[in-house]
């Protein structure tokens, strides 16, 4: 019995929260860490999300489960870790179960009745403070800042605008990791020598340093309410460098072998021709000696619901089968009519939120049961997580498509990874991967 325990493995997921009480991430940690201590879990990964807007953490933890091992669960301190509000709770814990993935709650709750009691006491308040949440959903969509500016800027005229002084602090932040190596825990140690301080007056330490390198905010991209809006306002550093800051924190990750990640060049852009569902990058042991594995796109919501059949189609090949659609459509294409995409993506997700809202009602109600709901709600919880995921790959300076095809079309072989993949995401609005053809819808 005691070898069977320590075989079951968890990740665990923390969320600052700001509420009465408060639960802050070190609180959090404890109260997991002594939960996985009780239930004899052992914690393979943590996940923290230190700014409660942000969902980086909560996706980089999806993209995580899928190299762990069967079974194992996510763990969080309370439910309220998933979402200030009831909804946004619910989506969360639906989506992992969608996913397969049990959820455990430190405070001895279990998810699914601690869901429908939440959300049958939400009382006239909380409604009230989602019609205020819209409004303010909209302000972001045009680019006015909610809230406090992040360190490096000032708000002027409801935008982000530099601060000359904070603004230098962060260039040299990202020179300093970037071009001369420095450690973030070095980093902090310099700022604090020279008498720099924090957007709060506070000393630095390598947390606050590794908050402003990971933050999109200062390549352009502003995140809030979950609205994205690109170029909104000046960037303090290029999408490349981001991106290759993610990547050398991601391969300096101290956690187990499992916990591997992969970048897939068409990931966010391929959807499955027969069930409409994404098409998630994997890799599997080559045949013979001369490959040692190869990597391929697969169906979603074969994987991980079973509501599709295993269709499945080589990386390599898709790619190939791309670029040739892109360079058969290069000259001469008419400019797109396609609406923006943060007001498409909005609309979208605001349809899918009164679906949502209309299932768990019929729960509360005792017209569903907690199987029904995590039956019926998992198309959209997943389109919803998809959606998601594709905001988080959005490119933070806006190319015209045209340009984006034709720089792709020239130079694809020797373009870096992640210029390729940005480029793409100008360039093209999906691919639809059917067993016998590819259709890439260009923007």
């Not at 619910?90 to 049990?102: G, K, P």
């Not at 550093?237 to 956690?255: D, L, P």
């Amino acid at each position: 019995m005691t070898a069977d325990r320590a075989e079951r493995t968890a990740v665990s997921y923390l969320r600052a929260l700001t509420g009465e009480p408060p639960l802050d991430l070190a609180v959090q940690r404890l109260t997991v860490e002594a939960a996985s201590r009780g239930e004899h879990l052992v914690l393979l990964a943590t996940f923290e999300e230190p700014d409660p807007e942000s969902s980086s953490a909560f996706l980089e933890m999806v993209n995580g489960l899928r190299a762990q091992p069967p079974g194992t669960e996510v763990i969080a301190a309370t439910a309220a870790v998933f979402g200030d509000r009831v909804r946004d709770r619910a989506r969360r814990i639906l989506q992992l179960a969608a996913l397969r993935v049990s959820v455990r709650l430190a405070d001895g709750s279990a998810p699914g009745p601690a869901l429908v009691a939440a959300w049958d006491q939400r009382g006239s308040d909380e409604r009230r403070r989602e019609r205020a949440r819209e409004g303010m959903r909209r302000r972001a969509l045009r680019g006015e800042v909610l809230g406090r500016a992040p360190y490096g800027y000032v708000v002027a005229d409801r935008q982000l605008v530099p601060d000359p002084r904070e603004a230098a602090t962060v260039k040299r932040i990202f020179a300093l990791y970037l071009e001369q190596n420095e450690g973030i825990r070095r980093i902090a140690r310099q700022l604090n020598d020279e008498g720099i301080v924090t957007g709060t007056g506070r000393p630095w330490t390598a947390g606050a340093v590794r908050n402003v390198l990971r933050n999109a905010v200062y390549t352009g991209l502003y995140r809030r309410l979950g609205v994205t809006v690109t170029r909104a306002h000046q960037s303090l550093v290029t999408t490349a460098q981001h991106a290759e800051v993610i990547r050398r924190m991601t391969s300096k990750r101290t956690a187990p072998a499992t916990q591997e990640r992969r970048e897939y060049l068409l990931s966010g852009l391929v959807r499955c021709g027969y069930c409409g569902g994404p098409m998630i990058g994997a890799r599997r042991p080559g045949e013979g000696t001369e490959v040692v594995e190869y990597a391929y796109y697969r169906c979603q919501a074969a994987t991980n619901e079973g509501r599709c059949a295993y269709h499945t189609r080589r990386a390599e090949a898709l790619e190939a089968e791309v670029i040739e659609a892109l360079s058969r459509s290069s000259a001469a294409a008419p400019k797109s009519t396609r609406p923006r995409r943060e007001t498409g993506h909005e609309a979208r997700r605001a349809a899918l939120d009164r679906t949502l809202d209309h299932m768990l009602e019929r729960r509360a109600t005792g017209q569903w049961t907690d199987a029904d709901l995590v039956r019926r709600a998992a198309p959209i919880v997943l389109e919803q997580l998809s959606m998601e995921a594709e905001a988080s790959l959005a490119p933070s300076t806006p190319v015209p498509p045209e340009d984006a095809r034709a720089r792709l079309v020239a130079a694809w072989d020797d373009l870096p990874f992640e210029e390729r993949r940005s480029l793409l995401h100008h360039a093209v609005a999906e691919i639809v991967v059917t067993d016998d053809a590819v259709r890439v819808a260009r923007r």
